[in-house]
């Protein structure tokens, strides 16, 4: 304690939640304000966590205690506390190979058992969860996580820059006896770290600057089963498809442009960390998906089963973004076969759509695969929430993860992806109906209809493109539009009959619960030069304005040395890096208007 009093005028205090971190005011240590939306975000699914695995815990030893009065000798007579009982997940697969309840050769859609919950092998005794926080930086998010997580055991920080491990290392010290005996932290390469750890962390945390993809191999096998692995990607700009071939190395996916690309990304993502888990046999099941501020966040459990991951084609798609118009349709990578009282895996049939669109008449791009099955779990979301609402004031960031969670918890879970009122309208080249008579529209011609967490605007429905074209052209009809060119797609969907008569008037449902009581469901940005900002240690140059805005720059700099390099300002400055390649794109679509194939010179 004595070197930090001694040296206690160079730094700053930055206070968070219940944690507080001495920052150097020389500004070494990357700190960047607006992730408190990510950190509150974390400790709440972290709380859902601890008490959805001490529930689970209880479930399967009273599962396991009526067995053994049911004299299951076999069972009863493990009596170690490291015996493991017998996953339900391996019962699961039994009954479906037992009962079928289709006819011979018929062709099933994706499972519905690829989605169900398993559970995991536990120890009679249940340990506090061990937490690995993988990226520490200076150690903010751990210390959140062991001051304000009860339950928590101990909670490994790493990182593999020696400065930022100091920093931790401080903070610890500073926290205080109960973050002592709690947090550690140790420079270590990371993905060293984990691969020597096999299945060591109930929890995992990987929030890296720009892409987490080489973190990800060995993050999925150093989760322990049924544990969570919370992950998150700025590279928003690759993952949408700024950059298409760097996010097929870097994910293993193509991304294609849509209103949709936040969505796609955190589908993306799902898939890849899905793909590496495999390798293991093991896959994961979401339980909350996020898109904020300028990253995405996703918080999915692992488990460990060769027979699920059997299921894993039928949770991925390929998706066909029509060059011209706003129709995508989704083509399931696989399916299965029921024949002779036994389920069969097969590749899916496709493709799903003509060679041209039959909306437009355009080409299709391809993309994908992404994960196509929910992305959330409806129960661990409103858990979540509820739990979030019960303790206002331990969540700084309140208002911000309140509404993500209240307009994800209103999502079509079974729907991916999502178009826009306004995009649809635009194809169209008419004034945009509102979103009530919209939706009105939808639910009226008998479809579901919601919003989407991602974009204001988002629209998620399982009604039919021909459905939704058909209601657009009922509303042209009343909504009459100027003559546009003979060949653009707008003229081709307008030409059609509509088979179906809209009606807009206004439906029940159409507004959401929370949208009918006026909670806050989509805020402002945080502050006015929010986002993603520049590594820390490194000079800010005059490069850096194409990527933050020549706005932001202005705040961080005081003078540029004649040879672009630019002086920093304050550390609220510091942050994460942004690549050239990972630049937030313009979510504007690409339309070609001509059929031409995004992409094409
Ligand atoms: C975005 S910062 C982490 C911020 C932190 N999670 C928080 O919430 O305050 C990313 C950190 O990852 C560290 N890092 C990058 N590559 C690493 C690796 N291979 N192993 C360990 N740490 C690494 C960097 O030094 C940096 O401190
Ligand atoms: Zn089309």
Not at 574 to 595: A, C, L, N, Y
Request: glycine fraction near 6%; include cysteine; hydrophobic fraction near 35%.
């Amino acid at each position: 304690m004595g070197e930090v009093e001694n040296k206690l005028e160079d730094y700053e205090v930055k206070k968070e939640g219940e944690a507080e971190i001495l920052m150097l005011k020389s500004n070494a240590v990357f700190f960047n304000p607006v992730q408190v939306h990510n950190r509150d975000m974390s400790i709440a699914v972290l709380r859902t966590f601890v008490s959805k695995r001490k529930e689970e815990h209880e479930a399967q030893m009273n599962k396991r205690n009526k067995s053994q009065k049911k004299g299951n000798h076999s069972e009863t007579s493990v009596v170690n506390e490291e015996a493991v009982l017998t996953s339900q997940h391996d019962e699961m697969d039994v009954v479906l190979e037992k009962e079928p309840n289709q006819a011979t050769d018929e062709i099933e859609g994706p499972s519905k058992e690829a989605t169900k919950t398993p559970s995991w092998k536990v120890t009679r005794e249940l340990k506090a969860p061990i937490v690995l926080e993988a990226l520490a930086a200076s150690g903010l998010r751990s210390l959140r996580y062991a001051r304000e997580v009860d339950g928590l055991g101990k909670v490994v920080a790493l990182d593999n820059d020696k400065a930022s491990v100091e920093a931790c290392k401080r903070n610890i010290k500073f926290n205080g006896a109960s973050a002592v005996s709690k947090v550690e932290a140790h420079l270590a390469d990371a993905r060293v770290y984990m691969l020597t750890h096999p299945k060591e962390f109930d929890v995992v945390d990987l929030d890296p600057y720009g892409s987490p993809s080489v973190f990800l191999d060995s993050a999925v096998q150093a989760v322990a089963d049924g544990g969570l692995l919370m992950c998150t990607a700025t590279d928003l700009a690759v993952l949408c498809g700024t950059n298409g071939e760097v996010c097929y190395s870097k994910y293993g996916s193509y991304p294609v442009k849509g209103k949709y690309c936040h969505e796609m990304a955190l589908r993306i993502l799902l898939a890849s960390i899905e793909s590496h888990a495999n390798r293991y046999k093991r896959y994961i099941v979401p339980v909350l998906s996020v898109f904020m501020d300028f990253y995405v966040r996703v918080f999915v459990r692992v488990f460990t089963s060769a027979s699920e991951i059997k299921n894993t084609p039928l949770k991925l798609s390929y998706v066909y973004q029509c060059a011209g118009c706003d129709s995508f349709h989704l083509q399931c990578l696989g399916r299965t076969v029921t024949k002779n009282n036994s389920v069969k895996y097969a590749p899916g049939i496709g493709p799903v759509v003509p060679q041209e669109c039959s909306d437009c008449g355009k080409k299709f791009n391809v993309g994908g695969p992404i994960w196509s099955a929910p992305i959330h779990d409806q129960d661990w979301v409103l858990s979540t929430l509820t739990d979030v609402r019960s303790m206002k004031d331990r969540y700084p960031a309140y208002n911000k993860i309140t509404s993500v969670l209240t307009t994800v918890s209103e999502e079509l879970h079974d729907i991916p992806l999502f178009f826009s009122l306004h995009n649809i309208s635009g194809t169209v080249k008419c004034t945009s109906p509102s979103s009530v008579m919209f939706r009105s529209a939808v639910i009226n011609a008998g479809y579901q209809i919601s919003s989407s967490h991602v974009n204001p605007l988002g629209l998620k429905s399982d009604a039919p493109w021909d459905v939704i074209w058909d209601i657009m052209r009922c509303w042209v009809k009343n909504h009459p539009i100027k003559e546009q060119p003979r060949d653009s797609p707008g003229t081709a969907i307008l030409s059609k009959s509509p088979k179906l008569e809209a009606s807009f008037s206004r439906a029940v449902a159409a507004l959401s619960k929370a949208q009918a009581k006026k909670v806050k469901r989509f805020l402002p940005n945080p502050e006015s030069h929010w986002g993603p900002k520049v590594r820390a240690g490194r000079k800010i140059t005059s490069k850096h304005i194409s990527l933050l805005g020549a706005e932001a720059i202005n705040g961080a700099i005081s003078h540029e040395d004649g040879n672009g390099v630019l002086t920093e300002k304050p550390a609220s400055h510091i942050g994460e890096t942004v690549t050239d390649e990972e630049r937030e794109p313009s979510t504007k679509r690409q339309k070609t208007g001509d059929g031409e194939l995004a992409g094409e010179p």
